[in-house]
């Protein structure tokens, strides 16, 4: 696992993200994405409404900022896409290493890793602290009441997805 200034950023991309938690981490994820395609649609989102995510809208078709979701997201999976993804045990337990970790352990690298834990980086105070709340409640807005489409949407939500 990498330890550099990707540590501490918010906003990551795929490649950002296999060089933070590895390529192991990274082929699990891929394949439980990949699950996540046929569990998620008609649940609509329900894990992010529950953590207050501000990017959240149950008008969008999927989360507009997917390639730059934050580690938090990309780690998170329900109980629906773990059972449905097809992972040996052995991978499973590679999965849940860093969560057991995280909560049960000394606090170490997999804490740096989720240097936010147990705040989630983008629900109210997390989008105030680095300045961008008003902007995507706007944003979000303009799509809901049809003055913006879709993909205008999901390019301008990206565009604050620094750092
Ligand atoms: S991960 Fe689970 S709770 Fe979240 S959208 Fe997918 S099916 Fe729903
Ligand atoms: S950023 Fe994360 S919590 Fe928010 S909509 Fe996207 S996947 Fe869901």
């Known amino acids: 696992m990498a330890g550099n200034d990707l540590n501490n950023r918010i906003f990551l991309t795929d ?3 296999e060089e933070l938690f ?3 981490i990274a082929r699990l994820v891929k394949i439980m994405n990949k ?3 046929d569990v998620c649609p008609p649940c609509n ?4 409404k529950n953590i207050n995510c501000l990017f959240y809208s149950e008008y969008f078709s999927t989360c507009p ?11 998170h999976f329900c109980y629906e896409v773990f059972t449905a993804a097809p992972l040996t045990k052995e991978e499973k337990d590679i999965m849940q290493q860093p969560i057991q970790e995280l909560i049960c352990g000394d606090k170490g690298e997999v804490a740096k890793l989720f ?7 983008l629900d109210e105070k997390g989008l105030v ?30 565009g604050l997805c620094k750092g």
């Open 15 to 17: 490649s950002d993200f």
């Open 22 to 24: 590895g390529p192991v």
């Open 35 to 37: 699950a996540a395609i």
């Open 45 to 48: 989102g329900y894990c992010c």
């Open 65 to 75: 900022i997917y390639d730059r979701r934050p580690r938090e997201c990309r780690y």
């Open 115 to 121: 240097f936010l834990f147990p705040e989630f980086p």
């Open 129 to 158: 602290s680095i300045g961008i709340r008003d902007d995507v409640l706007r944003i979000k807005k303009e799509f809901e009441g049809g003055c913006l489409d879709e993909q205008a949407a999901f390019t301008n939500l990206k």
